[in-house]
């Protein structure tokens, strides 16, 4: 692997020079062809990182690895992940990017945050979890110090407590509620889920069977915080998370309004840091669903525009989230989102955009649409290479896409991850950075699985150990931080990276 490092004023010149010469040489030059394909090496995310001696020769034992990995019959990114989760974790790579210091995770759910074991052995095992089925082969729950009063659609209530006692083995009663918190599945995922529809319609339900535990306040609390431990665990010292801002209720009924739940999220934060110096924090983005009507949108508009006024270190702006293909478009809601300017109030946008692979339809001028709003980042993207202008657009302005590998593979936009957008995008350094989604909901945790993902599937072999430094760099500079603030996590992040590369550059990892 060539590691080349020329300066980008310098790089063009060369670009310009070498393609005149193309012109007027009459026979193949091979000093030429190693010329251009330097000048192209340089042109990827990280080429032209210039590498300490320690950092070359990891990047050596990872090429290596990597080149011993792409020959595998069983190749994990050109597999669906459910397939391929336990080849990866066998491989040496991912074992060596659990260790990296990976930065920050830019776009994650507030519910699908934590590991479903978690939820099911720690979460339901508590006392007053009621549970009722649905009639769509879906489950709910509640907290309630009494009989919960009967919900539509479903079965009566049922005390898990009470359950459980009359059960023998409660190991299978555990894994169906598994089951239904998470679209993971040992059987054939192209089988189970065999089109978008079919997908996300689990997805959904998913979703609303977490919700009742995770919004009890209790659990509430507890969550964010392993949420913020899996994280940790995994190497990521920053988080963004997008939430819902859901009203979180008492065992009595009693519900709490957004403020409180924004301040429990704050406090909660400020207690993780307090014992864990070396994380530097969340922020939270408000978002609301783009199904909704133009005046439920316009409230939750103006909702995070006070929210920003009372924590405006802590919320870092607002969002549309939900299936874009069957939402509104974001040009449907242009009023409503204009409501800041009209103001004179800043209020970040981070639009979900692009997450689509119909091509021409309304949904599919979003990535347009989000930058003429001033989004700061883009959610997703995977429609970008069909939308010139956007790309050029969010390559001058600087405007990250927030690649999800897995979340895309998953709910069906792509099988192969070879053939991902993102590795067009990587090999012209366009500004992105590596997230996760929902990991709980795919059976991933924290950043490892998608980082994997992106640098052996869609970064190919020319992808190195510079692409995975700027990556992770990336996830700072593209973050809400203030400038202070990134300057002050990247020398946080850059001490962790040096003693990963001292520590790994020998380790013998097979």
Same mark, same amino acid.
């Given at each position: ?14 670009? %310009? ?27 990827? &995310? ?39 989760? +336990? ?11 659990? @260790?990296?210091? @990976? ?5 994650? +759910? ?55 006692? @009359?059960?023998?083995?409660?190991? $299978? %009663? #555990? ?12 059987? #054939? ?79 909660? &934060? @400020? ?38 006024? $009372? ?46 692979? %119909?091509?021409? &339809? ?29 790309? $050029? ?26 053939? +991902? ?15 996760? #989604? ?73």
């Amino acid at each position: 692997m060539m590691a080349v490092h020329l300066q980008r004023p310098l790089a063009a010149m060369c670009c %310009l020079f070498l393609y005149c010469l193309i012109g007027v040489l009459s026979s193949p030059d091979p000093r030429l062809r190693e010329a251009l394909i330097e000048l192209e090496a340089s042109m990827q &995310t990280g080429g032209q990182m210039v590498l300490t001696d320690a950092e070359q020769r990891l990047d050596a034992l990872l090429l290596k690895l990597k080149q011993e990995e792409m020959s595998r019959e069983d190749f994990p990114p050109a597999m669906h992940f459910f397939r391929a989760k +336990h080849l990866i974790q066998t491989s040496p790579i991912f074992r060596l990017l659990q @260790k990296m210091p @990976k930065g920050g995770a830019l776009h994650v +759910h507030d519910v699908s945050m934590v590991d479903v074991e978690w939820l099911v052995k720690n979460v339901t095992y508590r006392p007053h979890c009621y549970m009722c089925s649905t009639d769509n082969m879906s489950v709910r729950f509640i907290f309630s110090s009494q009989s919960p009063k009967p919900l539509a659609r479903c079965s009566p209530w049922v005390l898990l407590e009470n359950l459980r006692a @009359k059960i023998v083995n409660t190991t $299978d %009663l #555990d894994n169906s509620i598994r089951g239904n918190l998470s679209l993971f599945t040992d059987r #054939d995922p192209e089988a189970v889920y065999p089109s978008q529809d079919v997908v996300w319609d689990r997805f959904e339900q998913a979703f609303q069977a977490v919700w009742g535990l995770v919004t009890y306040a209790p659990v509430f609390r507890d969550y964010f915080y392993q949420g913020l431990t899996q994280f940790y665990t995994d190497n990521v010292m920053y988080l963004e998370l997008r939430a819902m801002l859901p009203e979180v209720y008492e065992l009595d009924g009693s519900t709490h309004n957004k403020a409180w739940t924004m301040k429990t999220y704050q406090d909660i &934060t @400020k207690q993780f840091v307090s014992t864990h110096p070396d994380f530097f924090g969340a922020r939270i983005i408000f978002t609301h669903q783009r199904r909704a009507n133009i005046s439920a949108v316009a409230e939750a508009v103006k909702e995070a525009m006070q929210l920003k006024k $009372d924590f405006p270190d802590f919320l870092a702006g607002f969002d549309l989230v939900g299936r874009e293909d069957r939402g509104k478009p974001l040009w449907y809601f242009r009023d409503a989102l204009s409501l800041p300017a009209k103001k004179g109030v800043q209020l970040p946008y981070f639009f979900h955009a692009g997450e689509t692979d %119909l091509e021409g &339809t309304e949904v599919d001028q979003n990535l347009l649409d989000a930058l003429l709003l001033n989004t700061s980042r883009i959610g997703h993207g995977f429609a970008l290479l069909r939308h010139p202008v956007a790309k $050029d657009l969010s390559r001058k302005r600087g405007v990250a896409v927030e690649v999800c590998p897995i979340s895309n593979q998953v709910l069906k936009l792509v099988n192969d991850l070879r053939n +991902h957008p993102a590795a067009a995008l990587m090999l012209e350094n366009h500004p992105l950075v590596i997230s996760s #989604d929902d990991p709980a909901m795919f059976g991933a945790s924290g950043l490892s699985y998608d980082f994997y993902e992106a640098f052996v599937g869609f970064g190919g072999i020319k992808s190195h150990i510079g692409s995975l430094k700027e990556l992770a760099m990336n996830s700072i500079r593209y973050s809400s931080l203030s400038r202070e603030q990134q300057k002050e996590a990247l020398l946080l992040w850059q001490r962790r990276w040096n003693t990963f590369v001292t520590e790994n550059e020998f380790l013998k990892i097979n």
